[in-house]
């Protein structure tokens, strides 16, 4: 199985602050890296697919980069809406796997 | 307009069965791959399984965790996928989710999931 490890596991942020979500695959997985965010009692909510692309209607202060093995999620601006819990996930083979998550919480 | 909604979810005791089904409009289903996730109490994403649609064989994988124990099929007629659990342990707890793939060959979860279902396995 691929693992995920993200890091940091936790961060405290203001608003307006630049933040980085950083994932690491235990082998290549292509530019097949996904990102979620999910809030308290919600769904999982899809930010960027393959990698780097912007899901339809998520804002363009979130992007995504990397390739192979190691990942980043970038947020340029956080915004209050943006406290919340990111997930890292592959799908590059099967079984698909999470990372652990990073928690984003205000400073 | 998408939408994903499963339903079926419960109390239940160990060892029994249990069906969710995961009702959709708005799309094509039946062009979809649609999978399974889930979601422990305070706990990380597991994937479950997918199955993929009948253009790619409707061929199902599934976690190491469910295999044996759970089953994904799908009625394109309906639009309705399913996961059928059996022998269900007290690990199964869990939140279910339910998404739509962004192909039929299941490449990749997409931003359509539904709000989940509770399965709480205890006696």
């Known amino acids: 199985d691929i693992q995920m490890t993200q890091s940091p596991s936790s961060l405290s942020a203001s608003v307006g602050d630049r933040v980085t979500i950083t994932c690491r695959a235990s082998?290549?997985?292509?530019?097949?890296l996904n990102w979620f965010q999910q809030k308290p009692g919600k769904a999982p909510k899809l930010l960027i697919y393959?990698?780097?692309s912007l899901q339809r209607g998520v804002p363009s202060r979130f992007s995504g980069s990397g390739s192979g093995t190691d990942f980043t999620l970038t947020i340029s601006s956080l915004q209050p809406e943006d406290f919340a819990t990111y997930y890292c996930?592959?799908?590059?083979?099967?079984?698909?796997?999470f990372g652990q998550g990073t928690k984003v919480e205000i400073k | 307009e998408v939408q994903v909604v499963e339903s079926g979810g419960g109390l239940v005791q160990p060892g029994r069965s249990l069906r969710l089904s995961c009702t959709t409009s708005?799309?094509?289903?039946?062009?979809?791959?649609m999978s399974w996730f889930r979601q422990a109490p305070g706990k990380g994403l597991e994937w479950v399984g997918f199955?993929?649609?009948?253009?790619?064989?409707?061929?199902?994988e599934y976690a190491a965790s469910v295999k044996g124990r759970f089953n994904i099929s799908r009625d394109d007629s309906k639009s309705i996928a399913y996961l059928q659990m059996k022998s269900l342990r007290t690990e199964d707890t869990a939140v279910y989710y339910c998404?739509?793939?962004?192909?039929?060959?299941?490449?990749?979860?997409?931003?359509?999931w539904g709000q989940g279902t509770l399965v709480t396995v205890s006696s």
């Open positions: 996930q592959q799908s590059y083979s099967t079984p698909w796997t």
């Open positions: 082998q290549s997985i292509s530019s097949y």
């Open positions: 393959a990698e780097s």
């Open positions: 998404t739509r793939d962004f192909t039929g060959g299941a490449t990749a979860p997409s931003g359509y």
């Open positions: 199955i993929r649609s009948e253009a790619y064989g409707g061929t199902r």
């Open positions: 708005g799309f094509s289903f039946g062009n979809f791959a």
